[in-house]
């Protein structure tokens, strides 16, 4: 048995694309979709995704490989040149890209040291009026909103910076998470 590819792929389904859409080939770099085309190969049909690169030069990637390809994303409503087959451009792109990803990861290693060495603002335990206000809500706590709720409190009793990123689906609590930390920062000045 072959091995298992990961089931996070930067393309889903065919049906993400349209023919005419820009793409990028992690290989191949920017070209063109063309469409799905049957070819013949070691003796039986099969589907490959065809790409088009500068001068017309072709790709026909199995569809077995659509893990390679993504819709191209860019900052501009005209799309960017195809790149030529065999070239040099796409390697000194991913090369630049890849030394910004490192620089930006150098930048945010270097800010969340200093924020290490902030003091930020220790509040003080719950008050009645905390308890009281927590209270309140009609719906009882999941068991995310709990443990969130210890954690918020933990940061916010804390001498470091809080850094906190609560995401969920709607309707699952982050506005009153939101306001219970709301409150103790107002109720403690």
């Known amino acids: ?3 298992r ?3 996070s792929r930067p393309l889903d389904s065919l049906l993400e694309l349209a023919k005419g859409d820009t793409v990028v080939h992690l290989t191949h770099g920017i070209g063109r979709f ?6 013949e190969r070691d003796g039986r049909m099969q589907d490959f995704v065809a790409l088009e690169y500068h001068g017309g030069a072709r790709v026909f990637v199995p569809v077995a490989n659509i893990d390679l390809i993504q819709k191209y994303v860019g900052g501009s409503d005209s799309p960017p040149p195809l790149h030529t087959l065999g070239g040099t451009s ?3 792109t991913k090369l630049r890209a890849e030394e910004s990803v490192l620089q930006m990861a150098q930048e945010l290693l270097r800010v969340q040291a200093l924020r290490e060495l902030e003091m930020g603002i220790a509040f003080p335990a719950d008050t009645e009026w905390q308890r009281a206000f927590e209270a309140a809500f009609p719906y009882e706590d999941t068991e995310d909103q709990a443990t969130v709720t210890h954690a918020l409190k933990q940061d916010m009793e804390s001498h470091r910076p809080m850094d906190r990123l609560i995401c969920g689906d709607v309707g699952f609590g982050k506005t009153e998470l939101a306001m219970r930390a709301a409150f103790k920062a107002a109720t403690s000045n």
């Open 90 to 92: 796409w390697s000194a």
């Open 5 to 7: 590819k990961s089931d």
């Open 1 to 3: 048995p072959s091995a």
């Open 34 to 39: 063309l469409g799905i085309e049957r070819l």
